[in-house]
């Protein structure tokens, strides 16, 4: 009865251990894709069309690579859900040698983005939902202070945050 006991006692902590290391697998991806993201926003801020292109190639390659293994129900529903989105965008900004055009798929992205960042809510820094009223557009950051990627150095500072997205715990 003791040995049953410790077995079972075992195979509780086993499989405790393999989730946890998979939620950390996707944690660890979904914030991949944060730091990719955010590095081709500030290519678009800085009106850097060719390393936007580069970044969201980067950005592209980190979806696909994402597991689904160790995803919440939720989570892998909303991941199903958005991924192909996330993955068009992200390929079209680097397939794009228009400043322009890149900046109309990253509207997209950006929307998405934050659906994803609200359901997994994995970010380990805290991330800010900005809006442009001039565009009627949004994107996040990582900073508290206005870079706008939907204008670049012509109106850096256009926008305002509406929102905090807390880092995870």
């Not at 993201?37 to 580069?54: F, G």
């Not at 991330?127 to 990582?142: E, G, I, T």
Request: include cysteine; charge should be positive.
């Amino acid at each position: 009865m003791k040995n049953i006991r410790s077995v079972l006692l075992l195979l509780l902590l086993l499989g405790i251990a393999t989730y946890t290391k998979a939620q950390t697998t996707v944690s660890t991806s979904i914030n991949g894709i944060i730091v990719s993201y955010l590095e081709l926003k500030n290519a678009l801020a800085t009106d850097d069309n060719p390393t936007a292109q580069l970044k969201a190639k980067v950005l592209n390659d980190e979806i696909v690579d994402v597991q689904s293994k160790g995803m919440t129900p939720q989570e892998l529903s909303t991941w199903k859900n958005y991924s192909d989105r996330l993955s068009f965008d992200s390929r079209h900004i680097s397939e794009s040698k228009s400043i322009d055009h890149q900046r109309e798929h990253f509207a997209s992205l950006s929307k998405n983005m934050y659906t994803l960042l609200k359901v997994f809510r994995v970010n380990t820094s805290p991330l800010y939902w900005d809006y442009c009223p001039m565009k009627k557009v949004s994107w996040l950051s990582d900073k508290q202070a206005i870079e706008n990627p939907y204008y670049g150095k012509t109106m850096l500072d256009c926008g305002s945050v509406k929102e905090t997205l807390k880092e995870a715990k």
